[in-house]
């Protein structure tokens, strides 16, 4: 089959719409997302499917939404060797036409019902429905693998090629064998059925059997158990009756050793008492003795202290005469530096006012020169301001300028030129639109001759004789518009730069050039001259300093408060030189008098103001000295006041020390007197010494009798018959219950029970054993059919398997290889040595694999009648750009053996398949 053309009218979204389709090659069909593209293979298989009177859902579904129309496509293809053209209109003015061209030239034609019926007829006839399916991708199935085991035409191609027949005749002989097998087993192979049935019934009668037998074991270990407990507990009760004595015997024991113990005790507490005793009497002694050593030593330190007290406090006041001896002549030297420092203060005014006066001839010089040179800034500043044309003004004119003349060029070239010549006396009138005599204004009434560029309208008019009108043609009006809009742009230009024409914008940016040098020059000189600050503010400043104003007639006429000269470095503070400017008129540093500086004047003065310095040097360092003798003074006073104060401070200390010494050494006496001390320390260590041998002769004798041992033993006897007491407890309850099952077995019947089960298992047994023999034998049938089968079936689908492996190579290179399962579908691929199943591969990989599958089927089944296009719909969107590369290359070679259809929205990913005819849907 080959599609030729499809036509859809009214079909979903598209009003009218005809694709044509190469017989062969691949094609790709582009366009957005809802323009109609997956339309086209739902229509074709709609056409064939439902007759033209169907109500079906899928038929009033592509209807349009609220149109009364009726859907309609018509479908052009080639089916075995005629050429059909197929139309169908669906719901309303229904309407069914088939034609059929065959090759010798013969038409015929079918309509209504009878065409329909012919159609599918040769559409089952020469389409293989499962091929059709397989190769034609809907949008969202490219990554389903094809599984085309059913498809007849491949079977029939890798047949063919192969050389293996496949023989129809053994078909019932398979199916009957498989009827046979699936009475007894399922397809993987666990028993069904009847068979299935009897080994759960040989299961269920074994499992009965066996409980019946078990039953019959538990009553034969419940006799042994009971007779093995009942010996066991009177194994235990002679153990626990001779255990019991044994306890009773501790027992008396114990109580006989209490009172050693008790004894013992009250032993250890009088030892502990008496032990007390004595290390309280031996503290006191230590005590004593520390009190008596620590009396003797401090009676000797605070004699000590209280003589380096006595010699301190002589030596601080000798220090303290020193001191008021230094500070008297340090007074003295003081007075003699505080003159010499006046006598300075003097002479460094007078040098100060004859140096002001040199600096602000020296300013009034420099002041001028900025005025001058501010007054050129200003004045360049003011030229600057008033000029709108710069360089990017001039050549916005020249390309402007360019622009009319071409334009003038293009109109002259391109609009008719009118010669008008007057040739007798009687006036003529020039009128219209467009005119242009040589770039100049065309006169209302023509003098002598004329000529004029016509670019819409032209009225000659002779009052009384003629008129004669000439029309330019659409072109010239374009011209026209064309000149008159570069002429307008060029005015406007003019008009923001103030300027007549381009020349003299040019001139005007030259002059700019020329004022913008001597400006940068102009700033530099004043930033030369203001480098240190500006000349007038120390003008003022030395002004107010000097006290020097204008002629002495204006510093009568002025008031007495504008003269005050400002406080020097005050922020905010007005300057002298602006309260001089805020006066009515104008101030010049011209009108101050300076009174003039005589030439020995200022050096007479600084040599004064040397000579003072040097006296205020000498005055200075004899100050330097006495300050140090003073202070020298006043550090070694108050070293040996400090001394002093430390010496009466340490003897203080020491008498307080000593009388609280002597305070406790009474206080101890008056509790116990020196002498007897010892003797109290040595009773306390004979009642000690006699206590111990009394404890050491109870203690021989508790050892003697055992006695810290009773207790324990006693303890672990109780606990051992404690324990023996719950072994005996417990044999005699399940000795209890192992006695009531046994006489409850013997109710129950236990040993008929076993004998029935035995005989019911040994019949279902036999019965089962038939049916298994029934069913093995199917199965190595079955079994060996299929073996063989599965061999012939390996060898057909070796074609398909070569084929996919030889497209696949050319994306994935030389080691790509597949496996086949028993539906021909792709089970495992391999690549570089690493053998995955398909579900393993990634989303792209599983793409690109059913792509090639699909090809590969198609490629097989192309030279036969029974052959269908390739259609995939919206297809490698999974793809990196080296797989789309390779892909295209593919689906380009898979177009030279039949046709291979392609949808998509993204013809980006098909930019790569060489020699495709792309076709565009436009919405």
């Not at 019946?212 to 009553?219: F, G, I, S, T, Y």
Request: hydrophobic share 40%.
């Amino acid at each position: 089959m080959r599609l030729h053309s499809l036509t859809l009218r009214n079909f979903r979204g598209v009003k009218d719409r005809t694709v044509e389709l190469p017989a062969i090659g691949t094609t790709v069909v582009v366009g957005d997302n809802e323009v109609g593209k997956s339309s086209l293979v739902e229509a074709f298989d709609l056409v064939f499917a439902y007759p033209d009177d169907s109500k079906s859902k899928r038929i009033l579904d592509i209807q349009p939404v609220g149109q009364d129309v009726a859907p309609e496509v018509t479908v052009q293809l080639t089916l075995g060797t005629g050429e059909l053209t197929y139309t169908k209109r669906w719901l309303k003015n229904r309407a069914t036409e088939l034609t059929i061209l065959e090759p010798d030239g013969r038409r015929q034609s079918w309509t209504g019902r009878e065409a329909h019926n012919e159609a599918e007829r040769l559409f089952n006839e020469h389409v293989d429905p499962v091929l059709w399916q397989t190769l034609m991708v809907s949008q969202g199935q490219s990554l389903v693998l094809p599984t085309p085991a059913d498809a007849e035409p491949l079977i029939t191609a890798v047949t063919a090629e192969s050389g293996t027949p496949v023989d129809g005749a053994s078909m019932p002989l398979v199916l009957a064998v498989e009827h046979e097998y699936l009475r007894y087993w399922t397809r993987g192979g666990r028993p069904t059925g009847d068979f299935a049935k009897s080994a759960k019934a040989v299961e269920a009668a074994e499992l009965t059997a066996a409980q019946a037998l078990k039953a019959m074991d538990e009553v034969v270990a419940d006799i042994r158990r009971a007779e093995r407990l009942a010996l066991d507990l009177d194994e235990l009760s002679s153990r626990l009756g001779d255990h019991l004595k044994s306890v009773e015997e501790l027992r008396e024991r114990k109580q006989a050793t209490d009172e050693i113990l008790l004894r013992r005790d009250s032993v250890r507490a009088r030892a502990e008492t008496a032990r007390a005793r004595l290390e309280n009497h031996t503290r006191t002694r230590v005590e004593r003795e520390r009190l008596l050593d620590e009396v003797t030593r401090l009676t000797q330190k605070d004699a000590e202290l209280a003589e380096r007290r006595r010699d301190a406090e002589t030596v601080a006041k000798k220090a303290a005469e020193t001191v008021h001896a230094a500070e008297a002549a340090l007074a003295e030297v003081i007075e003699l530096r505080d003159e010499r420092r006046g006598e300075l203060q003097v002479a460094e005014r007078l040098v100060a006012k004859l140096t002001d006066r040199a600096e602000l001839d020296r300013l009034l010089v420099q002041q001028a020169e900025l005025v001058d040179v501010r007054a050129r800034i200003a004045s360049a500043g003011l030229v600057l301001d008033g000029v709108k044309v710069d360089e990017a003004l001039v050549a916005a004119l020249e390309d402007a300028r360019a622009r009319v003349v071409e334009a003038r060029a293009a109109l002259a070239a391109g609009v008719p030129e009118v010669s008008v010549r007057r040739v007798g006396a009687e006036a003529v009138r020039l009128s219209g639109t467009g005119l242009d005599a040589a770039g100049a204004k065309v006169p209302a009434e023509l003098e002598d001759e004329i000529q004029v560029l016509v670019s819409g309208e032209l009225v000659i008019d002779v009052p009384g004789q003629i008129e004669v009108k000439v029309q330019a043609g659409g072109e010239a009006a374009t011209l026209r518009a064309r000149l008159d809009e570069a002429v307008r742009v060029e005015k406007d230009l003019l008009k923001r730069g103030r300027v007549k024409d381009l020349p003299a914008a040019r001139e005007l940016l030259r002059k700019v050039d020329a004022v913008s040098a001597e400006l940068q020059e102009a700033r530099r000189t004043e930033r030369s001259l203001t480098a240190n600050g500006d000349p007038s503010e120390r003008i003022t400043l030395l002004c107010a300093r000097l006290g020097v104003g204008s002629t002495e007639d204006e510093e009568e006429a002025k008031p007495a408060g504008k003269r005050a000269a400002p406080v020097e470095d005050v922020p905010g503070q007005m300057s002298l030189f602006a309260q001089f400017e805020e006066e009515e008129g104008t101030f010049e540093f011209e009108d101050l008098v300076v009174p003039a500086v005589e030439g020995g004047e200022l050096g007479a003065a600084e040599r004064a103001l040397e000579n003072a310095r040097a006296e205020l040097a000498v005055a200075e360092r004899l100050l330097s000295d006495a300050e140090f003798a003073a202070a020298q003074a006043r550090k070694a006073a108050e070293e040996d006041r400090s001394e002093a104060q430390q010496a009466r401070a340490r003897s203080e200390l020491a008498g307080e020390r000593l009388a609280a010494a002597v305070e406790a050494l009474e206080a101890a006496r008056a509790v116990l007197a020196d002498a007897d001390v010892d003797g109290e320390e040595e009773k306390a260590t004979a009642e000690v010494e006699a206590v111990l041998d009394e404890l050491t002769a109870v203690q021989t004798q508790a050892d003697e009798v055992g006695a810290d041992e009773a207790a324990g033993l006693l303890a672990d006897a109780l606990a051992v018959a404690t324990r023996l007491q719950g072994e005996r407890d417990v044999l005699r309850d399940s000795l209890r219950t192992t006695e009531g099952r046994l006489e409850q077995s013997g109710r129950d019947g236990l040993g008929t029970r076993r004998e029935m089960a035995e005989l019911e298992l040994a019949a279902i047994r036999g019965e089962h054993e038939a049916l298994k023999r029934r069913a093995d034998a199917a199965r190595r049938v079955y079994e060996t059919l299929g073996r063989h089968r599965a061999e012939a079936q390996t060898k057909y689908s070796e074609p398909l398997q070569t084929r996919i492996e030889s497209l696949g190579r050319s994306v994935y290179g030389p080691s790509f290889k597949v496996w086949l399962d028993d539906d021909l579908a792709v089970a495992e691929r391999e690549l570089d040595g690493n053998r995955l199943r398909v579900e393993a591969l990634s989303t792209g990989a599983q793409e690109q694999l059913a792509i090639i599958t699909r090809l590969a089927i198609s490629h097989l089944v192309s030279t036969g009648d029974s052959s269908v296009p390739v259609i995939f719909d919206d297809a490698l969107g999974w793809s990196d750009k080296g797989r789309l590369r390779d892909m295209g290359a593919l689906l380009g070679r898979a177009g030279d053996h039949g046709q291979v259809i392609i949808l998509t929205c993204m013809p980006e990913r098909y930019e790569y398949v060489p020699r495709a005819t792309f076709i565009r849907l436009e919405s």
